[in-house]
């Protein structure tokens, strides 16, 4: 798809037109060019109450020689937002048939450049689909849409701008999903690693350095190590560095990728295990923000850090009752294999203390309990920073990606550390509180400025996206699958600091 701005009054193709609720008639700011036919048929459909112009809904005019149209609302004018724009653009392109052709007219009312901005973004975003395992048919050639988006003189170069930002970054957010959606058979710890390495080749100002299974081993990462040695694809960790001689502090991403998680010798229950190839959102959100970054230019210094492994039983598998020693130097009393995701991040938020983070942020599908707390809404905050978790609270309100604030409490930390023979504990104490207990384990792990013991602790979040990177049926930006939830987000809170 090929989104051009325009400020001719030519229709070309099927004409997409936004409108509010309660429109009776054709604005006039948008018969610019209508031919008369296609005018009056349009204005009948409004002024008998056919299309009310509802939030996100759409209506198809194919009217012979009067052209190709496609009505969609944008609900009340007193209570519009940008995001009702951006859902407004994704369901028009959720509605385009094959009898609408491949050329496509916007034409706006009453709309601001950010508005008309975020539709595009919309179309954009939804402009995506996972088939790459699917016979593709010889006959059907899928020619490229063309999208031209009308808008006046004044307004072209600032659309424009907005516009090139938007498709950089649905390119990180359609990176993620690729990533989440590819079949654990292919995607692999090695895969990733090499995916990333093939990526940085196309960025003068990326590098990717991976610590290869060895390697891991030889610096300690036992954390990793313990959940990636039972698999023949052994685990990894990738870093990313992004214009690395800027000097200062710099946000620091860090990623849960399991690749698949089969619970390990604390095997999960058969139905539906096939959806824990998804375990490595957080590594495919972590990469796929660095593409949205490096796609639009962004010049800050950036690094992030993705701790791949596949979780599978196996003879030389870790057993619940095994104690483990990472990065860190604390001690680990794994309790239960499945809660793994906490283990290989134990070694990726250590480690993210070398690079002089101005504040640390991981990404993990870390727990059921999210999702039981929160469904496929919203994605679980915890911060040891209460200004910075509203940051991100708010970064997220402003792309529509909801993540909603949760307790990190001292008594979840107690809970984590009174194991009898380890330092911590990878289970709680009792089935409740499941996605807190996870956050306050996490916490043990984050380290102090300049590894100082005394010193101060670096400023931290946790996303638990295990409800919101896949199965989220009311993300108006998604057809299914991976959802690449929250590229948008951390390039927002990135780029707008
Ligand atoms: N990958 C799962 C969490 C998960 C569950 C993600 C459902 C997406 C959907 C994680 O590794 C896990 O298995 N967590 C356990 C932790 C428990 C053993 C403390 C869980 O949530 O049951
Ligand atoms: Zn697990
Ligand atoms: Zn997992």
């Not at 916007?106 to 088939?131: K, T």
């Amino acid at each position: 798809m090929e989104i051009t701005v325009s400020a001719s009054d030519n229709i070309n193709g099927t004409l997409i037109l936004p409108l509010y609720e309660g429109v009776e008639e054709i604005p006039e700011e948008c018969e610019r060019g209508l031919p008369q036919g296609m005018k009056s048929q349009i204005n009948r459909v409004l002024a008998d109450g056919d299309f009310k112009a509802k939030k996100k809904s759409t209506m198809s005019l194919i009217g012979g020689e009067d052209g190709k149209v496609i009505l969609a609302g944008l609900g009340k004018s007193s209570d519009v937002s940008v995001h009702d724009f951006r859902k407004s653009g994704a369901a028009v392109f959720a509605s385009i048939k094959k009898v609408h052709g491949n050329d496509f007219t916007v034409r706006f009312n009453e709309a601001g450049v950010a508005h008309m901005a975020a539709f595009a973004e919309g179309m954009m975003l939804r402009n995506y689909s996972y088939d790459e395992y699917k016979m593709k048919d010889e006959e059907e050639t899928d020619a490229e849409k063309q999208i031209r988006l009308t808008c006046s003189e004044k307004e072209a170069e600032e659309l424009s701008t907005l516009v090139n930002k938007y498709r950089g970054i649905t390119k990180g957010v359609h990176l993620s999903r690729d990533l989440g959606n590819c079949p654990p058979n292919d995607m692999y710890p090695e895969v990733f690693a090499d995916m990333a390495w093939e990526w940085a080749k196309d960025f003068d100002n990326v590098d990717v350095t991976i610590i290869n299974y060895e390697q891991a081993i030889k610096a300690g990462m036992g954390g990793l190590v313990a959940v990636g040695k039972g698999s023949s694809r052994k685990p990894c960790m990738v870093i990313f560095e992004m214009n690395k001689d800027v000097k200062g502090r710099c946000p620091v991403l860090v990623g849960k990728g399991i690749t698949f998680d089969t619970g390990g010798i604390s095997l999960k229950p058969g139905a539906n295990m096939d959806e824990m190839k998804y375990d490595m959102g957080g590594s495919a959100t972590v990469f796929g923000t660095m593409e949205a970054l490096a796609q639009t230019g962004h010049e800050g210094k950036v690094v992030a850090i993705t701790c791949m492994a596949e979780n599978m039983p196996a003879a030389n598998a870790t057993r619940p009752g095994d104690v483990i020693k990472g990065l860190s130097g604390k001690t680990i009393e794994v309790l239960n294999t499945d809660a793994e995701g906490r283990l290989v991040l134990s070694d990726g938020l250590w480690k993210a203390g070398e690079y002089d983070p101005d504040f640390i942020i991981d990404f993990a599908t870390l727990t059921g309990a999210c999702v039981v707390a929160l469904g496929h809404e919203a994605t679980g905050l915890w911060s040891n920073d209460d200004d910075f978790r509203t940051e991100i609270h708010e970064a997220g309100n402003a792309v529509d990606e909801l993540a909603w604030p949760m307790p990190l409490l001292p008594a979840f930390e107690k809970e984590m550390t009174d194991s009898k023979i380890a330092d911590t504990r990878n289970l709680g104490a009792g089935r409740y509180g499941g996605a807190n207990t996870a956050a306050a384990f996490l916490k043990q792990f984050v380290p102090n400025r300049d590894y100082d013991k005394d010193g101060e602790q670096i400023t931290w979040a946790h996303m638990d996206i295990a409800g919101t990177y896949w199965g989220a049926k009311s993300n108006s930006m998604v057809k299914n699958g991976a959802t690449g939830v929250h590229v948008r987000t951390i390039h927002h809170l990135i780029t707008n600091r």
